[in-house]
């Protein structure tokens, strides 16, 4: 591709991930670049060499890359964005770890495992893209199968499924950085979990 046969591809890079919403793989870099995909994971460690002394890096994210801000100056960027980041509940947290960690599973299974109805936390998973329907299971009923989305890894720094941690140090991680309230209620079962949810089609779904 002659026009950018004499610009820098590791800055052209950098401007496809800055103007980017979304992770962009390797195959469409390569695509944009007219370069072998093979070459793309060099130049993007280039890349986040470039950027080591800079408040942004290189993010490795739900199978492709996009920048971020570095940690350490994550106070100051949630100061200049306020109001705060929203946060997920605990019941919502519960809910997504029991859905990463079985999916796909129904909102019944979901509903047994933690005792209580789960129909409005699955819809505010739903709403904010965390989670998306992946078809019915083949029972009586029909009931929609969930699973969660790449928006929910890129949301947690993941760059697959498989970086899952285990449940206790996901919550523990999530406390930690704030992405969850940190007032656990006495009982589980809230306004939140008994709203009615789309995934609620058939009377055999509860």
Known sequence: MKLLSSLDLCAAIECLLFVSHEPVTAEHLAEVLGVPVERIAELVAELAG???????????????YNLATRREYAQIVERFLEPAPERLSLAALETLAIIAYRQPITRPEIDELRGVNSSGVVTTLLEKGLLEIAGRKKVPGRPFLLRTTPQFLASFGLRDIEELPRLDELEARLLASGAVESDRPEARATQEDEQPSPTDETAQDQ
Not at 50 to 64: D, I, T
């Open 50 to 64: 470039r950027l080591e002394q800079r408040g942004l890096c290189v993010a490795e994210l739900a199978g492709g």
